[in-house]
């Protein structure tokens, strides 16, 4: 679902949103697990397919049950 309001980045710009290499966004499309545009011979990607990545791979934390007594030795 592409929103028409979307901003459509480059590869370069995608990497540095998520703190990556170039390479790293650029297998992502290629393994076609992220969503892209094709605009001829660049692609795109847009805001939201970067935002449903890091959504979908987002880990929440694991509450423990810490005993009261605390840690054993």
């Keep these: 679902m592409t929103h028409t ?3 459509l980045l480059t590869v370069e710009e995608a990497a540095q ?3 990556t290499g170039v ?3 650029r297998r992502l499309i290629q393994e076609r697990r992220i969503r892209y545009v094709k605009l ?3 692609v795109r990607i847009p805001e939201s397919a970067l935002a449903a990545y890091v959504e979908e791979r987002t880990v929440d934390p694991v509450r423990s049950n810490r ?3 605390g840690r054993a030795a």
């Design 5 to 7: 309001a979307d901003r």
């Design 17 to 19: 949103r998520l703190g």
């Design 40 to 42: 001829g011979k660049p």
């Design 67 to 69: 005993s009261r007594y």
């Design 23 to 25: 390479r790293f966004i």
